[in-house]
Protein backbone atom coordinates (compact mmCIF):
# COMPACT_ATOMS: atom_id res chain seq x y z
CA UNK A 1 0.00 0.00 0.00
CA UNK A 2 3.52 2.12 0.64
CA UNK A 3 4.66 1.62 -2.81
CA UNK A 4 2.62 4.02 -4.59
CA UNK A 5 2.81 7.12 -2.82
CA UNK A 6 6.61 6.48 -2.47
CA UNK A 7 6.95 5.99 -6.37
CA UNK A 8 4.86 9.51 -6.53
CA UNK A 9 6.66 11.52 -4.14
CA UNK A 10 10.02 10.28 -5.75
CA UNK A 11 8.84 11.83 -9.11
CA UNK A 12 8.38 14.77 -7.20
CA UNK A 13 11.45 14.99 -5.86
CA UNK A 14 13.06 14.16 -9.83
CA UNK A 15 10.52 16.98 -10.93
CA UNK A 16 11.47 19.39 -7.98
CA UNK A 17 15.04 18.92 -8.27
CA UNK A 18 14.85 19.56 -12.04
CA UNK A 19 12.88 22.69 -11.65
CA UNK A 20 15.82 23.93 -9.03
CA UNK A 21 18.68 23.25 -11.28
CA UNK A 22 16.51 25.20 -14.38
CA UNK A 23 16.44 27.84 -11.52
CA UNK A 24 20.32 27.36 -10.65
CA UNK A 25 21.44 27.36 -14.30
CA UNK A 26 20.50 30.92 -14.92
CA UNK A 27 23.18 32.16 -12.29
CA UNK A 28 25.95 30.96 -15.10
CA UNK A 29 23.80 31.63 -18.64
CA UNK A 30 22.78 34.28 -20.32
CA UNK A 31 19.03 35.25 -21.13
CA UNK A 32 17.77 35.36 -24.06
CA UNK A 33 14.69 37.26 -23.71
CA UNK A 34 12.66 39.52 -20.93
CA UNK A 35 11.13 36.61 -19.70
CA UNK A 36 14.58 34.56 -18.69
CA UNK A 37 16.03 38.07 -17.59
CA UNK A 38 14.28 37.40 -14.28
CA UNK A 39 15.36 34.65 -13.41
CA UNK A 40 19.16 35.56 -14.48
CA UNK A 41 18.56 38.68 -12.25
CA UNK A 42 17.38 36.35 -9.41
CA UNK A 43 18.77 33.27 -9.66
CA UNK A 44 22.87 34.89 -8.19
CA UNK A 45 20.65 36.48 -5.62
CA UNK A 46 18.96 34.22 -3.89
CA UNK A 47 21.60 31.25 -4.26
CA UNK A 48 21.59 30.21 -0.85
CA UNK A 49 18.59 29.29 -0.81
CA UNK A 50 18.90 27.49 -4.15
CA UNK A 51 21.86 25.78 -2.72
CA UNK A 52 20.35 24.48 0.41
CA UNK A 53 17.90 22.91 -1.92
CA UNK A 54 20.10 21.54 -4.18
CA UNK A 55 21.64 20.02 -0.93
CA UNK A 56 17.98 19.18 -0.12
CA UNK A 57 17.30 17.27 -3.10
CA UNK A 58 20.46 15.24 -2.93
CA UNK A 59 20.08 13.50 0.64
CA UNK A 60 16.77 12.66 -0.35
CA UNK A 61 18.12 10.89 -2.98
CA UNK A 62 20.14 9.39 -0.82
CA UNK A 63 17.89 7.72 1.89
CA UNK A 64 14.87 8.05 0.64
CA UNK A 65 14.47 7.25 -3.22
CA UNK A 66 14.75 3.30 -4.09
CA UNK A 67 14.01 3.38 -7.76
CA UNK A 68 17.91 3.46 -8.99
CA UNK A 69 16.95 5.69 -12.47
CA UNK A 70 14.95 8.14 -10.63
CA UNK A 71 17.78 8.53 -7.38
CA UNK A 72 20.74 8.41 -10.39
CA UNK A 73 18.95 11.44 -11.93
CA UNK A 74 18.27 13.30 -8.89
CA UNK A 75 21.63 13.02 -7.44
CA UNK A 76 22.72 14.18 -10.94
CA UNK A 77 20.84 17.37 -11.11
CA UNK A 78 21.27 18.13 -7.27
CA UNK A 79 25.37 18.08 -7.91
CA UNK A 80 25.15 19.87 -11.07
CA UNK A 81 22.74 23.27 -9.11
CA UNK A 82 25.89 22.33 -5.79
CA UNK A 83 28.53 23.05 -8.06
CA UNK A 84 26.78 26.16 -9.83
CA UNK A 85 25.46 27.63 -6.46
CA UNK A 86 29.07 26.96 -4.86
CA UNK A 87 31.05 28.02 -7.45
CA UNK A 88 29.21 31.59 -7.14
CA UNK A 89 29.14 31.75 -3.01
CA UNK A 90 33.19 30.87 -2.49
CA UNK A 91 33.86 33.64 -4.86
CA UNK A 92 32.26 36.32 -2.04
CA UNK A 93 35.68 36.62 -0.69
CA UNK A 94 38.00 37.18 -3.59
CA UNK A 95 35.21 39.62 -4.70
CA UNK A 96 34.76 41.38 -1.32
CA UNK A 97 38.63 41.70 -1.12
CA UNK A 98 38.43 42.98 -4.90
CA UNK A 99 35.90 45.55 -4.13
CA UNK A 100 38.19 46.75 -0.54
CA UNK A 101 41.36 47.23 -2.73
CA UNK A 102 39.26 49.29 -5.93
CA UNK A 103 38.07 51.64 -3.03
CA UNK A 104 41.07 52.30 -1.53
CA UNK A 105 42.97 52.83 -5.01
CA UNK A 106 40.21 54.95 -6.08
CA UNK A 107 39.59 56.95 -2.61
CA UNK A 108 43.20 56.68 -0.46
CA UNK A 109 44.20 53.95 1.29
CA UNK A 110 43.08 55.90 4.24
CA UNK A 111 39.29 56.87 3.30
CA UNK A 112 37.51 54.99 6.13
CA UNK A 113 39.63 56.84 8.72
CA UNK A 114 38.32 60.48 7.16
CA UNK A 115 34.36 59.48 7.88
CA UNK A 116 33.60 60.12 11.13
CA UNK A 117 33.01 57.33 13.87
CA UNK A 118 29.49 58.42 14.56
CA UNK A 119 28.77 57.81 10.71
CA UNK A 120 31.00 54.70 10.08
CA UNK A 121 29.09 53.48 13.17
CA UNK A 122 25.72 52.61 11.21
CA UNK A 123 26.98 51.10 8.49
CA UNK A 124 26.41 47.50 7.77
CA UNK A 125 29.68 45.54 9.23
CA UNK A 126 29.87 43.06 6.69
CA UNK A 127 29.83 42.78 2.94
CA UNK A 128 27.58 39.74 3.24
CA UNK A 129 26.04 38.73 6.11
CA UNK A 130 23.80 35.81 5.95
CA UNK A 131 21.68 36.80 8.91
CA UNK A 132 20.39 39.69 6.80
CA UNK A 133 19.81 37.59 3.56
CA UNK A 134 17.69 35.16 5.22
CA UNK A 135 15.63 36.99 7.61
CA UNK A 136 16.17 40.62 5.46
CA UNK A 137 18.69 43.75 6.03
CA UNK A 138 17.11 45.61 8.79
CA UNK A 139 15.49 49.10 7.46
CA UNK A 140 15.00 51.20 10.67
CA UNK A 141 12.36 53.91 11.25
CA UNK A 142 12.25 56.82 8.66
CA UNK A 143 9.60 60.06 7.36
CA UNK A 144 8.34 59.58 4.14
CA UNK A 145 6.59 61.88 1.79
CA UNK A 146 5.10 61.20 -1.31
CA UNK A 147 3.73 62.80 -4.48
CA UNK A 148 5.78 65.95 -4.25
CA UNK A 149 5.09 68.38 -7.62
CA UNK A 150 8.30 70.24 -8.42
CA UNK A 151 7.66 70.54 -11.94
CA UNK A 152 5.38 70.61 -15.02
CA UNK A 153 6.85 70.88 -18.08
CA UNK A 154 4.00 71.18 -20.66
CA UNK A 155 1.08 70.32 -18.41
CA UNK A 156 3.14 66.76 -17.08
CA UNK A 157 3.13 66.41 -13.97
CA UNK A 158 6.70 65.65 -12.13
CA UNK A 159 6.31 64.56 -8.63
CA UNK A 160 9.50 63.40 -6.44
CA UNK A 161 9.21 60.89 -2.71
CA UNK A 162 11.42 62.00 0.04
CA UNK A 163 12.76 59.81 2.88
CA UNK A 164 13.78 61.56 5.70
CA UNK A 165 15.73 60.61 8.99
CA UNK A 166 13.50 60.21 11.84
CA UNK A 167 14.56 62.74 13.94
CA UNK A 168 15.08 66.33 13.07
CA UNK A 169 17.97 67.65 11.49
CA UNK A 170 20.16 68.60 8.87
CA UNK A 171 21.35 66.17 6.27
CA UNK A 172 23.08 65.21 2.83
CA UNK A 173 21.37 64.60 -0.07
CA UNK A 174 21.13 61.64 -2.33
CA UNK A 175 18.83 62.58 -4.83
CA UNK A 176 17.93 58.89 -6.43
CA UNK A 177 17.13 58.49 -10.02
CA UNK A 178 15.29 55.08 -11.21
CA UNK A 179 16.00 52.94 -14.43
CA UNK A 180 13.50 51.58 -16.57
CA UNK A 181 15.10 52.35 -20.49
CA UNK A 182 14.15 55.73 -20.11
CA UNK A 183 10.63 54.31 -20.96
CA UNK A 184 9.18 53.16 -17.55
CA UNK A 185 9.61 52.97 -14.06
CA UNK A 186 8.23 55.49 -11.35
CA UNK A 187 10.18 57.07 -8.04
CA UNK A 188 8.76 54.39 -5.37
CA UNK A 189 11.49 51.88 -7.61
CA UNK A 190 13.94 50.62 -5.01
CA UNK A 191 11.94 52.06 -1.97
CA UNK A 192 14.23 49.81 0.58
CA UNK A 193 17.35 51.22 -0.44
CA UNK A 194 15.62 54.94 -0.06
CA UNK A 195 14.18 54.26 3.30
CA UNK A 196 17.76 52.25 4.37
CA UNK A 197 19.90 55.21 3.17
CA UNK A 198 17.60 58.08 5.05
CA UNK A 199 17.65 55.76 8.22
CA UNK A 200 21.40 56.13 7.94
CA UNK A 201 21.06 60.25 8.31
CA UNK A 202 20.80 61.28 4.79
CA UNK A 203 17.53 63.17 3.12
CA UNK A 204 16.92 61.18 0.03
CA UNK A 205 15.01 62.85 -3.08
CA UNK A 206 13.23 59.77 -5.49
CA UNK A 207 12.63 62.11 -8.47
CA UNK A 208 10.92 61.16 -11.80
CA UNK A 209 11.14 62.13 -15.10
CA UNK A 210 9.20 62.12 -18.57
CA UNK A 211 9.71 59.03 -20.44
CA UNK A 212 10.61 58.05 -24.28
CA UNK A 213 9.68 57.23 -26.80
CA UNK A 214 6.75 60.48 -26.25
CA UNK A 215 9.68 62.09 -24.40
CA UNK A 216 12.67 62.13 -26.18
CA UNK A 217 16.36 63.11 -25.12
CA UNK A 218 17.05 65.86 -24.04
CA UNK A 219 13.33 66.16 -22.03
CA UNK A 220 14.76 63.44 -19.29
CA UNK A 221 18.06 65.68 -18.94
CA UNK A 222 16.24 68.58 -18.64
CA UNK A 223 13.97 67.27 -15.97
CA UNK A 224 16.16 66.20 -13.82
CA UNK A 225 18.03 69.70 -13.73
CA UNK A 226 14.88 70.63 -12.74
CA UNK A 227 14.44 68.69 -10.14
CA UNK A 228 18.00 69.61 -9.10
CA UNK A 229 17.32 73.48 -9.24
CA UNK A 230 13.98 72.25 -6.65
CA UNK A 231 15.81 70.75 -4.14
CA UNK A 232 18.69 73.72 -3.53
CA UNK A 233 15.49 76.16 -3.44
CA UNK A 234 13.57 74.02 -1.14
CA UNK A 235 16.49 71.93 0.75
CA UNK A 236 15.50 73.94 3.86
CA UNK A 237 11.91 72.94 3.73
CA UNK A 238 13.48 69.23 3.94
CA UNK A 239 16.13 69.16 6.19
CA UNK A 240 18.83 68.79 3.11
CA UNK A 241 21.80 70.37 3.15
CA UNK A 242 22.04 71.71 -0.67
CA UNK A 243 26.14 72.24 -0.36
CA UNK A 244 26.23 68.34 0.72
CA UNK A 245 24.48 66.65 -2.83
CA UNK A 246 25.59 63.05 -4.36
CA UNK A 247 23.31 61.45 -7.47
CA UNK A 248 22.50 57.79 -7.43
CA UNK A 249 21.16 56.44 -10.34
CA UNK A 250 20.76 53.27 -11.72
CA UNK A 251 20.71 51.77 -15.37
CA UNK A 252 18.71 54.43 -17.23
CA UNK A 253 18.43 56.63 -14.49
CA UNK A 254 22.46 56.69 -13.61
CA UNK A 255 23.23 57.36 -16.89
CA UNK A 256 21.55 60.71 -16.21
CA UNK A 257 22.67 61.24 -12.93
CA UNK A 258 25.89 61.07 -14.76
CA UNK A 259 25.24 63.45 -17.56
CA UNK A 260 23.37 66.36 -14.76
CA UNK A 261 26.60 66.41 -12.59
CA UNK A 262 28.73 66.26 -15.58
CA UNK A 263 27.20 69.33 -16.71
CA UNK A 264 29.98 72.57 -17.32
CA UNK A 265 26.77 74.46 -15.43
CA UNK A 266 25.70 71.60 -13.07
CA UNK A 267 24.79 72.72 -9.36
CA UNK A 268 27.54 71.89 -7.17
CA UNK A 269 27.54 67.96 -6.86
CA UNK A 270 29.66 65.74 -4.47
CA UNK A 271 29.39 62.85 -6.34
CA UNK A 272 27.82 60.30 -8.53
CA UNK A 273 26.76 56.85 -8.09
CA UNK A 274 26.32 54.88 -11.08
CA UNK A 275 24.50 51.65 -10.89
CA UNK A 276 25.15 49.88 -14.62
CA UNK A 277 24.38 52.76 -16.48
CA UNK A 278 24.92 53.21 -19.85
CA UNK A 279 28.00 55.64 -20.51
CA UNK A 280 28.75 55.14 -24.33
CA UNK A 281 25.48 55.08 -25.96
CA UNK A 282 27.40 55.11 -29.72
CA UNK A 283 29.45 52.16 -28.59
CA UNK A 284 26.69 51.07 -27.19
CA UNK A 285 24.35 51.25 -30.77
CA UNK A 286 27.28 49.85 -32.24
CA UNK A 287 28.00 47.23 -30.78
CA UNK A 288 24.96 46.04 -28.63
CA UNK A 289 25.25 42.69 -26.05
CA UNK A 290 24.90 39.04 -27.31
CA UNK A 291 22.13 38.12 -26.55
CA UNK A 292 20.08 41.12 -26.47
CA UNK A 293 17.31 40.95 -24.56
CA UNK A 294 16.04 44.38 -24.37
CA UNK A 295 16.66 45.09 -27.90
CA UNK A 296 19.51 47.61 -27.13
CA UNK A 297 19.19 49.56 -30.59
CA UNK A 298 15.61 50.00 -30.61
CA UNK A 299 16.11 51.25 -27.04
CA UNK A 300 17.93 53.80 -28.18
CA UNK A 301 16.05 54.89 -31.32
CA UNK A 302 12.98 55.76 -28.83
CA UNK A 303 15.26 57.26 -26.28
CA UNK A 304 16.81 59.34 -28.97
CA UNK A 305 14.47 59.81 -31.87
CA UNK A 306 16.41 57.67 -34.36
CA UNK A 307 19.47 55.51 -35.03
CA UNK A 308 23.04 56.59 -34.76
CA UNK A 309 23.28 56.90 -38.63
CA UNK A 310 20.29 59.28 -38.35
CA UNK A 311 21.38 61.37 -35.46
CA UNK A 312 24.99 60.92 -34.80
CA UNK A 313 25.55 64.48 -32.76
CA UNK A 314 22.61 63.21 -30.76
CA UNK A 315 24.71 59.71 -29.24
CA UNK A 316 27.70 61.52 -28.89
CA UNK A 317 25.45 64.19 -26.77
CA UNK A 318 23.87 62.35 -24.58
CA UNK A 319 27.03 59.90 -23.84
CA UNK A 320 28.46 60.96 -20.62
CA UNK A 321 31.44 59.15 -21.43
CA UNK A 322 32.24 62.12 -24.10
CA UNK A 323 31.87 64.73 -20.70
CA UNK A 324 35.51 63.60 -19.52
CA UNK A 325 36.58 67.61 -20.16
CA UNK A 326 36.79 68.86 -17.13
CA UNK A 327 37.20 68.31 -13.33
CA UNK A 328 34.54 66.27 -12.30
CA UNK A 329 32.62 65.06 -9.04
CA UNK A 330 34.01 61.46 -7.94
CA UNK A 331 31.90 58.81 -9.16
CA UNK A 332 31.19 55.63 -8.21
CA UNK A 333 30.84 52.64 -10.76
CA UNK A 334 28.84 49.40 -10.07
CA UNK A 335 28.70 47.00 -12.85
CA UNK A 336 27.91 43.05 -13.30
CA UNK A 337 29.92 40.55 -15.05
CA UNK A 338 26.82 38.88 -16.40
CA UNK A 339 25.03 42.09 -17.32
CA UNK A 340 23.77 41.71 -21.20
CA UNK A 341 21.92 44.81 -20.96
CA UNK A 342 24.48 47.32 -20.13
CA UNK A 343 28.09 45.14 -20.09
CA UNK A 344 30.38 45.77 -17.65
CA UNK A 345 32.73 46.65 -20.38
CA UNK A 346 31.22 49.86 -20.81
CA UNK A 347 31.99 50.93 -16.93
CA UNK A 348 35.77 50.04 -17.41
CA UNK A 349 35.98 52.43 -20.09
CA UNK A 350 34.62 54.85 -18.01
CA UNK A 351 36.64 54.25 -14.93
CA UNK A 352 39.95 53.89 -17.08
CA UNK A 353 39.12 57.41 -18.85
CA UNK A 354 38.15 59.29 -15.15
CA UNK A 355 41.03 57.98 -13.74
CA UNK A 356 43.66 58.37 -16.74
CA UNK A 357 42.18 62.34 -16.85
CA UNK A 358 42.57 63.11 -13.15
CA UNK A 359 39.37 62.50 -11.71
CA UNK A 360 38.33 60.59 -8.70
CA UNK A 361 36.42 56.94 -9.81
CA UNK A 362 36.15 53.44 -8.32
CA UNK A 363 34.84 51.08 -10.15
CA UNK A 364 33.10 47.43 -9.07
CA UNK A 365 32.54 45.14 -10.85
CA UNK A 366 30.34 41.55 -9.27
CA UNK A 367 31.59 38.58 -11.31
CA UNK A 368 27.94 36.79 -11.31
CA UNK A 369 25.55 40.02 -11.04
CA UNK A 370 23.23 40.88 -13.55
CA UNK A 371 21.57 43.74 -14.63
CA UNK A 372 19.11 45.20 -11.40
CA UNK A 373 20.78 42.72 -9.58
CA UNK A 374 19.99 44.84 -6.46
CA UNK A 375 16.40 44.49 -7.32
CA UNK A 376 16.77 41.87 -4.68
CA UNK A 377 17.82 44.14 -1.87
CA UNK A 378 19.29 41.47 0.67
CA UNK A 379 20.16 39.66 -2.17
CA UNK A 380 24.24 38.75 -2.46
CA UNK A 381 25.39 41.23 -4.75
CA UNK A 382 23.15 43.99 -3.60
CA UNK A 383 24.75 43.43 -0.26
CA UNK A 384 28.11 43.57 -1.42
CA UNK A 385 27.14 46.87 -3.40
CA UNK A 386 24.96 48.42 -0.26
CA UNK A 387 28.29 47.89 1.66
CA UNK A 388 30.32 49.69 -0.50
CA UNK A 389 28.40 52.60 -1.72
CA UNK A 390 27.30 54.16 2.14
CA UNK A 391 31.26 53.86 2.92
CA UNK A 392 31.50 55.70 -0.88
CA UNK A 393 28.67 58.34 0.45
CA UNK A 394 29.71 59.05 3.71
CA UNK A 395 33.43 59.70 2.32
CA UNK A 396 31.86 62.12 0.24
CA UNK A 397 29.28 63.67 2.39
CA UNK A 398 31.07 63.29 5.65
CA UNK A 399 34.55 63.15 5.38
CA UNK A 400 36.54 65.38 7.90
Given at each position: MLAKPKILLSWLVLLLSSVNLFLSSWIILPAPNMFLLTLAVGAPEVSPW??????????LSFFYIRRRKIQRLVCIFSLIGLLICGWMLVNIPSTQMQMAKAMKQGLGANYLEQIPIQVSAKMQTDPFNLVNFFWGIPLGKIRHQKD??????AGFPLKMEVYQPPEVGKYPAVVVIYGGSWQYGNPHANSEFNQYIANHGYTVFAIDYRHAPKYQFPSQLDDVRVALNFIRKNAAAYEADPERMVLLGRSAGAHLAMLAAYQTDAPPIRAVVNYYGPVDLTEGYKTPPIPDPIHSRAVLKAFLGGSL??????YQIASPINYITHPLPPTLLIYGSRDNLVEARFGRQMYE???DSGNTAVFLEIPWAEHAF?????GVSNQLALYYTERFLAWALFKQ
Open positions: LLLLNLLFLLILFASPKELPNQRLHDAVFN
